[in-house]
């Protein structure tokens, strides 16, 4: 059987890949998505000359000298809330008793805090002089009509949501999740909640794959368990296609059972199962299915190794679905605490641990090296260390790349 390199099968990966269409969302559920539009403020923010604190709205030429020595007295002439809208006129030598937010009245050019004063109610004793526009919010001096609220492709976050609610926008253009569904195939599968008997295990690995999917951004429709029947699986991945832009079917390759999974989805699309040069993870599938030609991924049904291998392969594919023109992880330069060894011809992804040492340089910690089947060590993972297909064995000190693997908090 042929072996097709790491990068000629993610060339052919993403060389499919299909942002799907923008949609319209409210800025409740904008939060996370990528912006499909450049946003134009249409109004100013602040709206209006408004207080920045608490304290009383003057003209600064009635304070001119003002100290503790030789205090300005000014007549409180009135008080002015938030929300406000009655508009109030300062007369030369008046004050306005005013709370941050505050319209201010006409003719106030500043706002002296009340820190500033001996906080009269009637008559006002102001200790301290203010400058023209001191703690005042002018109109527009955040933004201005036709200043770009929010950038093309800019995430959304919370600075950019509250960006489009102060500009007046409650619904915004944005590149929508792909949707992902996981299938588990096997009849020795059982539900996470049950007690396995003999001869089952815990459907582990469907479980792990919607946490990958669901942290690279991806909407999640895990369609649970199938057993190893074509027509059961036949019509569990009829039903996800429709509402389905990547699948994955884990547990369904290799051996009899793999073909018989292969045999069973033949008629949806073609299904390619060339093996690849990488360990773990060599047996996989890959292919099109359904009218909409959606990518699906076969993969092993060992977690460790299908986790390995949804990082490699369809993680880049969801994140050029998001919008991003970069879908790999960042890749730094460490040195190993302890030896590895790899398979020769292939691309090896172990799993690792980054560390600092004292000069800030990376070190990295190779985990699981006992055996690429164990799931424990991924607890510890933030970094796959990925080795050239020439090498084999490299030492203590010898330095090799790895991909970061953040933990989101």
Known sequence: MPVRSVDEQLALILSGAVRPAPVRVSIAEAHGMRSAEEVIAGRPLPGFDQAAVDGYAIRSVDLAGASEQTPAVLPVVGEIPAGSRHPLRLQPGQAVRVVAGAPLPTLADAVVPVGYTDAGTAKLTVTRGVPSAAFVRRIGEDVQPGDVAVRRDAILGPGQVGMLAATGRDKVLVHPRPRVSVIAVGDELVDVARTPGAGQVPD???HALTAAARDVGAEIGRAGLVRADA???????????????????????GGAAGAQVEAALADLGDLDTTRVAMHPGSAQGFGRLGSDAVPTFLFPSHPATALVLFEVLVRPLIRLALGLTDPHRRTVTARLTSPVTSIPGRRGYLRGRL?????????VQPLGTAGTH???????CNGLIVLPEQVTELTVDESVAVAYLPTRV
């Open 204 to 206: 582990v690995c469907s």
């Open 231 to 253: 027509r059961e699986l036949t019509a569990a991945v009829q039903d996800r296609l429709p509402f389905t832009d990547v699948l994955v079917v884990c547990g369904a390759v």
């Open 355 to 363: 560390l600092r040492d004292q000069a800030g340089d990376y070190l």
């Open 374 to 380: 164990l799931l424990s060590s991924l607890a510890d």
